[in-house]
Structure formats: structure tokens, C-alpha cells
T-cell receptor, first 117, second 114 residues
């Protein structure tokens, strides 16, 4: 069975600090996809990144970076020089591979990030 | 309009009411989803439609009835709900139903059942 664990329920930082959100996953699939979504107070889940299991290169997009480590089954997300607008709940998700349920996303419980001015 | 839209954004209903949630996607996708997000729980997949055919009914009570008249529109018909059904209901769409297809979400409908 698939599982995604976001151990940090809430994180509070001061603006301009760097912050890392942890995500650990479990799957028996050899091919899978990992996602991060951002949910601001408005409610909409905003897609941030998709990573497949064969691509372990880290990715950077502006102030955002992602560290995928297959050896530890982790897909951590770092925000550099955080800003108040980064305040949101962040979800890590894992897609199920094979069979007839390729579309199923298993979500973690989310991490509430609060960036204070 | 762009992306995925949902109406209404907020809904308060009594346990004996009948109401419907509407979702529309403007992305040219072929798959649409309903999720339920309750406090302190992970997102729960409720229904999946691919090319207007239901491919998933994730053990959802019959008081929730989905309808997908075309690939751009998805409805969730509600009747005789319970207070525990109060939650944020999110709609999503993707180009297909394979694991490579990213799901894009709407802003949700915040439902309160009195």
C-alpha cells in the first residue's frame, strides 16, 4: 500500500528565512511519480512540481527547490528566502503505478507553513 | 475563464435539502475528479470520470451522486447529507487517467451541513 508522510504538521518562520518541508513516501512500485501542491487560504490546490522515480536530479525553480532521494524515499521541498505570500498548506503526493488505477494520488496530511513579517 | 472553476464557493444546507456542486474545466482535459477535504484528514478521492464515464467510485455513500454530461463539466448532486459531510469539496481535471498526468484543482466549494 502507498503512504505519504509529512511529519511536520506546522512550521512557523520569519520572512527571509529558508525552510524545508519534509516528505517521506512508501510504495512497492518501481515506477511512480511524486508531486507537491500548495494550498493557500483561498482553498485551491496549486500544482508546483511533478517528479518521476527515474529522475533523481534536484530541481530548482526560483526560490523553490526539491531534493529527491530514492535511497531514503524522501522528496523534500525547500523555500529559500521565504516570503509572507508563501504562507499556505503544502501537500506532497504520490501516484500509484500499474494496474487500472494509475490516476490515484495518495496525499500526505499537509504541512501548514506560516511566514511572519 | 481559465483553469478549473467551481460554483458555488460556499454552501450551507440543511440535512433535508438537495443541492448541486458544479465544476468546469477550461483546459481541454478528458478526466475529472471529485475530492473531499475534511479537517485533519488527507484528501479523499471520491469519484473519477474519464471521457464522461465513471471509472472510480471510492465507496462513497449514495447521498452523493456525480454527473459528468461532457468532458468539461462535472456535477456533484447532494441530498439528505449528514453534518459529518461538511468539508471542502475539490474538483480536479487531468488530460488523462495515467500516472504521468498532473491533476489541476479548482478552488473548492466549502460545504456546511446543518
Amino acid at each position: 500500500a502507498q503512504k505519504v508522510t509529512q511529519a511536520q504538521t506546522e512550521i512557523s518562520v520569519v520572512e527571509k528565512e529558508d525552510v524545508t518541508l519534509d516528505c517521506v513516501y512508501e510504495t512497492r512500485d518501481t515506477t511512480y511519480y511524486l508531486f507537491w501542491y500548495k494550498q493557500p487560504p483561498s482553498g485551491e490546490l496549486v500544482f508546483l512540481i511533478r517528479r518521476n522515480s527515474f529522475d533523481e536530479q534536484n530541481e530548482i525553480s526560483g526560490r523553490y527547490s526539491w531534493n529527491f532521494q530514492k535511497s531514503t524515499s524522501s522528496f523534500n521541498f525547500t523555500i529559500t528566502a521565504s516570503q509572507v505570500v508563501d504562507s499556505a498548506v503544502y501537500f506532497c503526493a504520490l501516484s500509484e503505478g500499474g494496474g487500472g488505477s494509475n490516476y490515484k494520488l495518495t496525499f500526505g496530511k499537509g504541512t501548514l507553513l506560516t511566514v511572519n513579517p | 475563464e481559465t483553469g478549473v472553476t467551481q460554483t458555488p464557493r460556499h454552501l450551507v444546507m440543511g440535512m433535508t435539502n438537495k443541492k448541486s456542486l458544479k465544476c468546469e474545466q477550461h483546459l481541454g482535459h478528458n478526466a475529472m475528479y471529485w475530492y473531499k477535504q475534511s479537517a485533519k484528514k488527507p484528501l479523499e478521492l471520491m469519484f473519477v470520470y474519464s471521457l464522461e464515464e465513471r471509472v472510480e467510485n471510492n465507496s462513497v455513500p449514495s447521498r452523493f451522486s456525480p454527473e459528468c454530461p461532457n468532458s468539461s463539466h462535472l456535477f456533484l448532486h447532494l441530498h439528505t447529507l449528514q453534518p459529518e459531510d461538511s468539508a471542502l469539496y475539490l474538483c480536479a481535471s487531468s488530460s488523462g487517467v495515467v500516472r504521468t498526468d498532473t491533476q489541476y484543482f479548482g478552488p473548492g466549494t466549502r460545504l456546511t451541513v446543518l
